[in-house]
């Protein structure tokens, strides 16, 4: 992912009390956050399948589509920097290393569904 928009989406998040020094946003609020637009973007993708099937061609639903992806991808980067995690990182780090000497996976493990 490039840089630019990384820091673009970082800076948005600090700007908005999310991420940084005086950020109040938590990995778990942030992880929650990810789930419901991933929701709403499954929600889409459903609509625009009946949709294609139904009438074809629906702009606005593809619309809603990109929204949820672009909306998805910004809570990822956000809940990434959280954990100071480079998210360009990320896919090429074996759990283990990540999470070494570490109790976050068992605080996941014990925390509320959103």
Same mark, same amino acid.
């Given at each position: 992912?490039?840089?630019?928009?990384?820091?673009?989406?970082?800076?948005?998040?600090?700007?908005?009390?999310?991420?940084?020094?005086?950020?109040?946003? +938590? /990995?778990?609020?942030?992880? %929650?956050? +990810?789930?419901?637009?991933?929701?709403? +973007?499954?929600?889409?993708?459903?609509?625009?399948?009946? +949709?294609?099937?139904?009438?074809?061609?629906?702009?606005?639903?593809?619309?809603?589509?990109?929204?949820?992806?672009?909306? !998805? &991808? &910004? !809570?990822?980067?956000?809940?990434?920097?959280?954990?100071? /995690?480079?998210?360009?990182? %990320?896919?090429?780090?074996?759990?283990?290393?990540?999470?070494?000497?570490?109790?976050?996976? !068992?605080?996941?493990?014990?925390?509320?569904? %959103?």
């Amino acid at each position: 992912m490039k840089n630019e928009l990384i820091e673009s989406i970082l800076e948005w998040g600090r700007s908005r009390g999310i991420i940084g020094p005086e950020g109040k946003g +938590t /990995l778990f609020g942030q992880l %929650c956050k +990810t789930q419901e637009e991933l929701n709403e +973007t499954r929600d889409a993708a459903l609509m625009l399948s009946i +949709t294609l099937d139904r009438r074809g061609f629906a702009p606005e639903l593809i619309a809603d589509l990109a929204d949820g992806l672009g909306d !998805t &991808v &910004v !809570t990822l980067i956000l809940a990434s920097n959280m954990m100071g /995690l480079d998210i360009n990182k %990320c896919e090429s780090h074996p759990s283990a290393s990540i999470f070494q000497e570490s109790d976050i996976m !068992t605080q996941l493990d014990q925390a509320q569904a %959103c």
